[in-house]
């Protein structure tokens, strides 16, 4: 069995009967799905006409924001009040496999906005390739649900894609919010969504004009942006570095234009900083988780970004090191640490979580992305 075959396998094979994919089978930490990693393993799943594995993800994603739904009313009381959105506001990032929060005593970095915005983009992908605009009332309350949570948290600071940070807004979560509204407010326009009453157009158009005035310093997307406070708008930290996520802004959630200048001195940007020469891509140059290796996820995104500007030669290359660096069973780890950033943290990780995430399912997903997107760039 060839590699691509196999990330499907090692998806379809670790979907639970629930519809939810764990992240990674084989590393305790990661035993949940998160509404991140799902969103692309379903994207995946569409792509190879595994339609109903995606489709049974996305119903798990409804029934586990229904679940919570009431949290919102909790969370619009608190922010009414003036007071910090806490655990009882929030929707969390990742569930069990159940669809349930996870022990509440966890110290999880649950409030990260990305994931609300992702599922909403998916859904699109999903509704658009297989013609089930049904799905769409099925799902209309949690749907309505996270339009309804993404209007009250997207200006406020959470924690990134990392689960770092939640002291700044980012950049690409914003971008997530911003995928996930403009795919419903296409729906909507085509009399998909008739059930929403909210202008999602003018929200989108919002969420990008936020991104244009807050997001760009010197010609390249910063990594992160300083709260407003009370004496102090919005600022893009401009010490913050490049950022491999920033590749999200433009695919799969076209915040931006693929030839936009800013993207290009971004991409510039995360080729000199961040992509080791024949070799993968870091997720920022402090990275310390595990050493901070080359991600495959973000190689395979880097490659599905030139797939889609027509540089099918740079999207093979990384795709051939994506290859390289499978293990003998054809799994494919979180990261690579041939050439770490910081050597003398890999022990840490390990005696704390175990050896790295492998298969890591979203791992996987990206490398069907990549492939399905050379082989569209070939057409
Ligand atoms: C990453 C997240 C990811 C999670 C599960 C974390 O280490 O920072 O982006 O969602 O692992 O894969």
Redesign the pocket.
């Known amino acids: 069995m060839g590699l691509f075959d196999h990330s499907i396998e090692v998806i379809l094979h670790n979907q639970d009967k629930s519809g939810a994919y764990v992240?990674?089978p084989n590393f305790p930490?990661?035993h949940?799905c998160?509404l991140?990693?799902g969103s692309f393993i379903a994207y995946s799943m569409d792509r190879v006409n595994q339609h109903e594995s995606a489709e049974r993800f996305y119903r798990w994603v409804g029934t586990t924001i229904e679940r919570y739904s009431g949290k919102v009313d909790v969370l619009a009381e608190q922010l009414k009040a003036g007071k910090t959105p806490d655990n009882d506001g929030i929707l969390n990032?990742?569930f069990t496999l159940n669809g349930l929060e996870e022990n509440s005593e966890s110290q999880w970095g649950n409030f990260q906005v990305d994931g609300y915005g992702s599922w909403l983009w998916g859904l699109a992908e999903h509704v658009r390739l297989t013609g089930n605009y049904a799905l769409l009332a099925v799902l209309k309350e949690p749907i309505l649900t996270t339009l309804r949570y993404l209007k009250l948290v997207w200006q406020l600071p959470n924690y990134d894609?990392?689960?770092?940070h939640p002291e700044y807004l980012h950049p690409y979560s914003l971008a997530t919010t911003y995928g996930g509204l403009d795919a419903m407010s296409k729906l909507k326009k085509s009399g998909h969504l008739d059930f929403c009453d909210l202008d999602v157009e003018g929200f989108a158009q919002q969420v990008k004009q936020f991104l244009m005035d807050h997001a760009i310093f010197d010609g390249k997307f910063v990594k992160h942006i300083a709260p407003a406070k009370a004496t102090k708008a919005f600022s893009p930290l401009t010490q913050s570095g490049v950022d491999s996520s920033l590749l999200g802004l433009v695919i799969p959630y076209g915040a931006f234009d693929l030839n936009d200048p800013v993207v290009l001195q971004t991409v510039a940007a995360i080729e000199k900083d961040l992509h080791l020469p024949g070799g993968g891509v870091y997720?920022y140059k402090e990275d310390v988780?595990y050493g901070g290796g080359e991600w495959i996820l973000l190689t395979a995104w880097l490659g599905w970004y030139y797939a889609m500007v027509g540089n099918t030669a740079k999207a093979r290359d990384l795709l051939q090191w994506i290859e390289r660096v499978a293990d003998k069973k054809g799994d494919l780890p979180?990261q690579v640490s041939e050439h770490v950033l910081s050597a003398r943290n890999i022990e840490l990780w390990v005696k704390e979580w175990g050896p790295i995430?492998t298969p890591?399912?979203?791992s996987h997903a990206m490398h069907i992305v990549l492939v399905k997107a050379i082989e569209e760039g070939d057409k």
């Open positions: 992240a990674c930490t990661y949940f998160w991140r990693d990032t990742r894609c990392w689960e770092e997720r988780y979180e995430a890591l399912l979203w």
